[in-house]
C-alpha cells in the first residue's frame, strides 16, 4: 500500500478509486459526495436507480445511512457477527439518504469490511466508501490492481495492495428476512 496517501488524496477530492476488498476489487468514492457518486456512476454505466453497497471497516461508520429505529438486537447481532463468507446487508435507510445512495430503494446496502487496504482507507478518510466491482461493463471483475490498470488505464487511481483472496463476492441478504439477493 505504498501509494495510499495518493489514494487518500483522490478520495478526498471527490475522484473515483479502485480498492481491494475480499475477493474482487471495488469501485468507491465519498458517499455523501453526489459529484462523486455520479462520476462512479457514469463510469460503470450503471443506472442509479439500482443503489449503491457502502462499506467500512466498522459499524459506527455505517451508522449514519441506516435507520437504527427498525432495528432490533437480533439484527445488530447479525451485522456485526463476523461469517466465514462476506454479507453485504439490505438495511432500513435513514429518510434522508439521497437517492444516488438508495436508488429506488428504501434501505441501503452495507458491509463491514476488514480487508487491511479497506481498514486504511477508512480509518484515515472517518468515512465509509461506495463499493461496486472494478470492472467495466460487460468484463470480469477485477482481482488484482494489475487487472485494474489494464481495464481502465495505467492513470486510474488504484491503491496497489491484495484482497483477502476469497473466491466469491460478498453475498446480499435482507437484514429482517435473511432472503439472499445474490449468493456468495
Not at 462476506?86 to 438508495?102: D, F, Q, S, V
Request: glycine fraction near 4%.
Amino acid at each position: 500500500m505504498n501509494n495510499l496517501e495518493q489514494i487518500l488524496d483522490k478520495v478526498k477530492q471527490n475522484q473515483v478509486v479502485a480498492y481491494p476488498t475480499e475477493a474482487v476489487f471495488g469501485l468507491g468514492c465519498n458517499p455523501n459526495s453526489e459529484q462523486a457518486v455520479k462520476l462512479l456512476l457514469d463510469l460503470k454505466k450503471r443506472p442509479e436507480e439500482k443503489g449503491l453497497i457502502l462499506i467500512a471497516h466498522n459499524l459506527e461508520l455505517l451508522r449514519p445511512y441506516i435507520d437504527e429505529s427498525q432495528l432490533s438486537e437480533t439484527e445488530w447481532q447479525r451485522l456485526n457477527t463476523q461469517q466465514e463468507q462476506a454479507i453485504t446487508w439490505i438495511m432500513p435507510a435513514k429518510t434522508n439518504l439521497p437517492r444516488y445512495l438508495t436508488g429506488k430503494f428504501n434501505s441501503i446496502a452495507v458491509r463491514i469490511c476488514r480487508t487491511p487496504a479497506v481498514v486504511a482507507l477508512c480509518e484515515n478518510l472517518q468515512s465509509a466508501l461506495t463499493s461496486t466491482s472494478a470492472n467495466l461493463s460487460g468484463l470480469t471483475p477485477c482481482r488484482t490492481y494489475h487487472e485494474v490498470y489494464a481495464q481502465f488505464g495505467q492513470d486510474f487511481p488504484v491503491l496497489e495492495a491484495t484482497t483477502d483472496g476469497k473466491t466469491n463476492p460478498s453475498e446480499i441478504r435482507d437484514i429482517f428476512t435473511q432472503k439472499v439477493f445474490r449468493a456468495g
